[in-house]
């Protein structure tokens, strides 16, 4: 494919995709090891009535009144886990189940009350995104990299999520020794003076954080995959964290890559006329390489329970 | 240091200077729910002791041990490490967890869980150099786990994961041990070379608490006991604390249950 017709209409979009995988990938493995998995789907749920109540607070619905509704509504979906956790006392599981269901439900009751039939507010476009949609209409092809005038016609999402992704990296690159030890042995970090139950809402926090800038540009299915399937298949290929977070990363890439293609082209060499939904193509992409790796990986044998 | 205040007219060194002992706990009062867990428990452990925390299952030794340490909160009571309160004395502080906490199938190395115990001198970012990764093998050389530095610590035996506890412990360069049952599901070998370990720091003058299930071995590891069974029962050496009385006490009728179930297993 030539540059003149990639860099406009795929560049941005393959990047968009890559760094909402990577920047969900990444937290998750996390999220995996503290068995908190769930956190991601519940995130992905409730980002909607936080959307909502923010179109009916500003009457627009425009990036940031967005993120910023469904980023409150994220951390009053945590707070609630937390709460319907430790009062109901019932298993993380079922409380963030319950809480993102509850929250989701609520969305789509305001949904309806309100008048938002005028604009592009939809269940769909939630699952789905529109990374398609993402192009890069300066461009004219490689050259326009080195161009001011058509770099800033980039689409606004890849700069939130390529910032997004910075943050997230950062935040793991420096909390990196506190996330392992707490991950690993809560106790014991207590007793270092880690203030662990900090560790985990921060965890959380940039979880969401990732998974709304996600969510805005790529849709909610692309975030619940990322979150579980890369680190649970990166975790079958090795026995140390760190190259765990490695394979991670490979897997988002080669997942929102792959799934990208193959939506694009796919359905085309099977002698289908239409492209299918690239979100969905990436989710099951991921899923199809954990699929391999806990056929075909290395470490899928594992000893590593209790020996009595 | 330790013999002067022992010879010192017979006192012990706990009834000169309670403020200075490496761990005194005081009117300590835990609750899971409604029912107390630890009910107004004092302890003064002695510096360069060894101590037995005993009782029976339930009665809130390790609930002691980690209302000592903040890692529950007390409803009430205190405990003060060396004399100060615990928040500036966490680096004179060891914590061994009970194994069967934490998950052994985390994705990591036997050298890097000792290498947590060198939290405090590498911080969020340092570089692990040569010499913390040496220090870390010398803590796996002294219980007997250096060949296994490489591995995954899932792949270890219940023996060999507690003696890694213990390394981690060890790097951590402290003076008062709290062992959360050490010997629990530990095969012979590994026991043995865990009471070498302990019986060493002590002779350095350190101070080691072990929260403690086999009545039979008592003897042999410890110098001073401390009964409970949601209050405290009875504290003291072995040879005044120790008895059937107090044993009676703390079991109540259970003591043949729990003897025969040692025996069992």
Redesign the interface.
Known sequence: MSGVEFVPLSLTPLLIGVFSAVACALPGNFLL?RRQALIGDAISHVVLPGIVVAFLVTGVVTAWPTMIGAALASLVAVVMIEAVRRLGRIEPGAAMGLTFTAMFAGGVLLLEQSDTSGVHLDVEHALYGNLEALIWLDAVGWESLLDPVALAGLPDELLRIALTLVAVGVFL??????L??S???E??A????MRTSWIGLALVVVAAIAAVAAFDAVGSIIVIAMFICPPAAA?LM????EI?ITWSVVFAVLSAVLGYILAGYGPLWLGLDNAVSAAGMIATVSGLILAACALWAPCRM??????? | MTVELISDQGIAPDARHPEESPLAIRGMTVSYGQKPVVFSVDMTVQEGSMTAIIGPNGAGKSTLLKAALGIVTPLAGQAKVFGKPLRSQRHRIAYVPQRASVDWDFPTRVIDVVLMGLYRELGLLRRVRKTHLDKATSCLERVGMADFADRQIGQLSGGQQQRVFLARALAQGADLYLLDEPFAGVDAATEKAIIAVLKGLRADGKTVVAVHHDLATVHEYFDRVFLINTRKVAEGSVAEAFTPDALDRAYGGRLATAQMDRAAS
């Open positions: 090891l690159w420096v909390c990196w020794r506190p392992k030890l991950t690993f042995d106790a014991f207590q007793t270092l003076g975790r090795t026995n140390r964290l765990q594992r000893s590593g329970a209790p020996a009595q």
